[in-house]
């Protein structure tokens, strides 16, 4: 239905062939924990019981934007684990590295970020911008 881009290694909202698969990708993948809208699940500031959070929404009401590129990446192939998250973090997000290819994780970041307001995509951005350096 897609025709395969070229890996980028970084997520362009502005590209529409990357959204687009990001897109199949998000609603396939991830939509069933942060929801078709991006808006998370209901109470993700506050520990269930049993200690892990629920899923945080990626829109721009979340933390996703607070995050560089790299750090989303990582999180989102590798799951919540040191360096990303303190050693015994317990969480319900899976490690999607076995499950999806590099270019479809930063097709569902660039999906996530082309649904961000313009002053939220220019603030994570210079947070791109720093973590280059």
């Not at 025709?3 to 991830?30: I, K």
């Not at 990582?74 to 490690?95: E, H, N, V």
Request: glycine share 8%; charged share 20%; with cysteine.
């Amino acid at each position: 239905m897609f025709w395969p881009s070229a890996v980028t290694g970084r997520a362009d909202a502005a590209d529409p062939r990357q959204v687009a698969l990001g897109t199949q990708v998000y609603r396939e993948n991830c939509a069933s924990c942060h929801g078709a809208n991006l808006e998370g699940q209901p109470n993700w500031t506050t520990r269930k019981p049993d200690g892990r959070f629920p899923a945080p929404p990626h829109d721009e009401s979340g933390h996703t934007w607070h995050h560089p590129d790299e750090v989303l990446f990582g999180l989102t192939k590798s799951g919540l684990k040191p360096p990303l998250a303190p050693a015994g973090y317990q969480s319900d997000m899976p490690a999607f590295g076995t499950v999806l290819t590099d270019e479809q994780i930063w097709a569902v970041l660039a999906f996530i970020k082309s649904r961000w307001p313009e002053k939220i995509r220019a603030r994570q951005s210079s947070l791109n911008d720093r973590a280059a350096k």
